[in-house]
């Protein structure tokens, strides 16, 4: 991991910028924008799934600490704008990272929010969505309407 500093202030104000030029997106990590730092943004403020959201989560090097539970869900990228698919994901997340000073954090997370946060991680080892689901078949759909992604 490169220092904390201005150049990561920089980045997660880009990720910000990119991630609300897109209506309703909960998430977006640095990948997404082309830069290879282990940091994401997550913010489930508002969505109807998620009634004790952390607010915004700016996470740099996230490891998941523990998690419990299993559930398929439908979930969108803004990698991949034309599809949605089903993903199954923890349903509890414990999850450490630091923040922009590089203080050491942790949270708690259930439901959408935890699947938002694991999907966002994956973006950070190169995994999408389409390497998560059970059956390319069976699992991958056309986006009708332009729902939430991250
Ligand atoms: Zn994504």
């Not at 082309?34 to 403020?45: A, F, P, S």
């Not at 973006?123 to 009708?144: E, K, Q, T, W, Y």
Request: aromatic share 4%; glycine share 10%.
């Amino acid at each position: 991991m490169r220092s904390f500093g201005p150049a990561l202030r920089r980045l997660t104000r880009d990720l910000a910028e990119t991630a609300g030029s897109y209506p309703r997106t909960t998430g977006i990590a640095a990948p997404q924008v082309g830069e290879l730092w282990r940091v994401c943004l997550v913010d489930c403020t508002g969505h109807p799934k998620v009634p004790a959201p952390h607010g915004r989560l700016v996470m740099v090097n996230p490891v998941v600490r523990g998690w419990s539970g299993a559930e398929i869900g439908r979930e969108g990228c803004l990698s991949l704008p034309d599809i949605t698919a089903n993903v199954e994901r923890a349903t509890h997340v414990e999850v450490a990272f630091q923040d922009l000073a590089g203080t050491r954090c942790a949270v708690r997370a259930e439901g959408f929010e935890a699947r938002v946060i694991l999907h966002e991680m994956d973006h950070l080892d190169g995994v999408l969505i389409l390497d998560r689901v059970a059956s390319l078949a069976l699992d991958v759909f056309p986006r009708r309407s332009r729902g939430r992604r991250g």
